[in-house]
């Protein structure tokens, strides 16, 4: 365990890390996901520089090139076939 300047303590892990803050080239092998605050609602998921959002129906999906677009102000959803962001859900298991 290792404290942090915050005093808490961090386990380490035996894989390198990475800084949300300042990543100018994210790991393509590993999935962030992340959950609105009601259930249901929306859950989103980051690959590479590439984030899906899901809404469970409750609005048009969305689909961001983060490394162009880092405010999310361009949606990409409809440049995507029906199909790979249905395999997208699938695969992120976002259904």
Same mark, same amino acid.
């Given at each position: 365990?290792?404290?942090s ?10 894989r ?6 300042r990543?100018?080239?994210? +790991?393509?092998?590993?999935i962030l996901?992340a ?5 249901r609602?929306c859950?989103? %998921?980051?690959?590479?520089? /590439?984030?899906y959002?899901?809404?469970y129906?409750?609005? +048009?999906d969305?689909?961001?090139d983060l490394?162009?677009d880092s405010?999310e102000?361009?949606?990409?959803? %409809?440049?995507?076939?029906? /199909?790979?962001i249905?395999e997208?859900?699938r ?5």
């Amino acid at each position: 365990m290792v404290r942090s300047e915050r005093d808490v303590e961090i386990e380490r892990l035996d894989r390198p890390s990475v800084t949300l803050l300042r990543c100018d080239e994210p +790991p393509e092998d590993r999935i962030l996901r992340a959950s609105c605050i009601s259930d249901r609602k929306c859950l989103a %998921s980051i690959t590479g520089t /590439e984030k899906y959002i899901y809404h469970y129906g409750n609005q +048009p999906d969305e689909f961001f090139d983060l490394s162009k677009d880092s405010f999310e102000k361009q949606n990409f959803i %409809s440049e995507r076939s029906k /199909e790979e962001i249905d395999e997208r859900r699938r695969s992120d298991s976002v259904e």
